[in-house]
């Protein structure tokens, strides 16, 4: 029991270092994204592998249900690594960001790679969705974007994915779901009262908390009269595996497939 206890030791010290995250979203990932110093294979990114090994995890169920003659959004790209592997399923793809220092490291680091660009948006806001892609529909590609938003905020997201998708496209959503609270996730990642890894403690200082994003979290944002849910899963979140010599670089995640349904259809 003590030694389950203890790793609440650590709380005092999490608060003190998330006091000055910023409350704004925008800012807090424009912050973040402008205090990165490396992506890679020795990233300052928590939740960067370094390693195209997660998106291999989810190729069969992609080839399953994305439409390869659309174009593929790349819903919170982050430096663009998901957005450049995701060129072996569409011809072009679009990675969008909330921060505008997210989107200017992605164009630098894609430099070269063909199919792929970048623009900065918030697609929590309305009307966020049109013109993205032109008029034709899309499909969607998310990965660690809805656990950090506020409820409002996925609904909102949701929507607007809804008008991306049209009725040709397909949404594919990878999320984390770890079931424990704040100071577990920390500790799965190897934060102790002794140390943080660097990339966590970077996300703990300049990130709002993030929450978990499984089935129920969905049922709420996925009204049945417009989505229809195709497929859905247990997944596995790969994060930066300097995070602790033992090796839990990895989350609990939950993937999902959807469709968008007419919601005007049998009316």
């Known amino acids: 029991m003590l030694a389950a206890l203890r790793k609440y030791l650590i709380l005092p010290k999490l608060i003190r270092l998330s006091w000055s995250a910023p409350k704004n979203r925008t800012m807090a990932w424009d912050r973040y994204w402008a205090g990165i110093a490396r992506t890679g294979a020795r990233s300052d990114v928590l939740w960067d592998s370094g390693t195209d090994h997660e998106l291999l995890g989810y190729r069969d169920v992609l080839q399953r249900h994305f439409d390869p ?45 063909e199919g792929v660009s970048y623009l900065a948006r918030d697609m929590t806001e309305p009307g966020a969705a049109s013109g993205l892609v032109g008029s034709t529909d899309a499909n969607v590609f998310v990965r660690g974007v809805l656990h950090v938003l506020t409820p409002a905020d996925q609904a909102a997201l949701m929507e607007n994915l ?106």
């Open 162 to 267: 809804r008008q991306l998708v049209g009725a040709r496209g397909t949404v594919f959503l990878a999320e984390t779901n770890f079931q424990g609270n704040p100071v577990e996730y920390v500790a799965h990642l190897g934060a102790s009262l002794r140390s943080i890894p660097a990339p966590l403690e970077l996300a703990i200082r300049t990130l709002p908390m993030p929450g978990h994003f499984g089935p129920q979290e969905l049922a709420r944002v996925m009204p049945r009269d417009r989505w229809t849910l195709v497929e859905d899963g247990a997944a596995t979140i790969e994060t930066n595996p300097l995070m602790d010599a033992g090796g839990n670089s990895r989350i609990p995640g939950y993937f999902a497939v959807l469709k968008a349904k007419d919601p005007d259809a049998g009316r």
């Open 69 to 113: 003659s659309l174009p593929v959004v790349d819903v919170g790209c982050g430096h663009g690594a998901f957005s450049r592997a995701l060129t072996a399923f569409s011809p072009q793809v679009l990675g969008v960001d909330v921060s505008a220092n997210a989107v200017a490291r992605a164009r630098d680091e894609s430099a070269g790679v």
